[in-house]
């Protein structure tokens, strides 16, 4: 892959600083600048996925993405990738990181299923619930400690059934109750207060923060925040720089030791439990599953996508500027497949999740959901 404006000038903008002191470890701090773009193109947000029904285009959906390596070079990039995004979810790897920096995995004994976990949005099926509910007991907590609300399981099978039995949603339903179980695990770790952890001031979102100014090489003390579906901050990150975190997801060979063995450690447990990443249908699991842990993928709301491709040493962040989910995951396909991680062969046999058929009322095939034409390949 080149560099998506065919150009060989590269242009250096140092997004970092790091040093602004919240409290925490900042040690090892990187300031690795993102580089390898031209100048023009950056105000037009390029159509991205295309919705048809009967021969033409119904829908469009605009968005932008980036493909960086870890130590800063961005290797392609559509649309504005230095706009500053709320990942969301898609960052839950990068939340982790502090509950196996503070010593709580081996505290607690933390399995790779439950860090699997702490990095997922789950359907809340059984096997997540169970899990999880098993992971509070041991460190003494209860569903009624975690501060990430409540609703029906995502998977359908699982809400009916709760449902038909009469039964309520609990916390451990919500589909970041493993992201939520770790925060309190380390809370428990460090000995601060379990009450309160959702709060931007809680040294558990603190620590969280240092995290993602490191990993991303920004500075974030005067960015914007917002509060995430479960209660935590959500920060506005530029999308290159969101990319050039989860490049060093894949590639953490310039990580400070104790952040690489960290970052090891949640990439081995997120590879080996795609279903748990997701669950049934999800194109997070389908996904991994499809690329044999080539790919580690993680969605987020408001059309958030990230991925990690460990073999290669590439991070991938895209936005879609609607916000829809639907198209994310049509996106993300594509860069993969871009990125050769994902085979024209094993494309059409994931059409579902790829390509998908819009289908009406009774099943039919009507329409479709597609990457743009011509896109990714054109610029």
Known sequence: MSDTHGSSHHTSHDHACCGHDHGNDHSGALASPLEGHAEFGAAETPVLVEVTRGGIVESRHRGIAAIVDAEGHVVAHWGDFEKPVYARSSVKSLQAIPLVESGAVEAFGISDEELALACASHNGETRHTTLVSAW???IGLTPADLECGTHLPYDDATAHALIRAGEAPSPVHNNCS????GMLATALRKGEPTRGYIRFDHPVQQRILGVFEQMTACDLSKAPWGVDGCGIPTIAIPLGS???AMARLADPRELPDHRAEAVTHIRRAWAANP???GGRDTFDTRMMEATGGDALIKIGAEGVMCAVLPKLGLGIALKIEDGASRAAG?????????CKVLTDARWNELAGVTHPDITNRAGLAVGGIRPAEGWPEQV
Do not use: C, F, N, P
């Open 330 to 338: 049509i996106a993300m396909a594509a860069l993969l497949r871009q």
């Open 275 to 277: 279903y748990l990443i």
């Open 178 to 181: 493993g992201k939520h179980t």
């Open 136 to 138: 509070l007991e041991r």
């Open 242 to 244: 969101v990319a050039l």
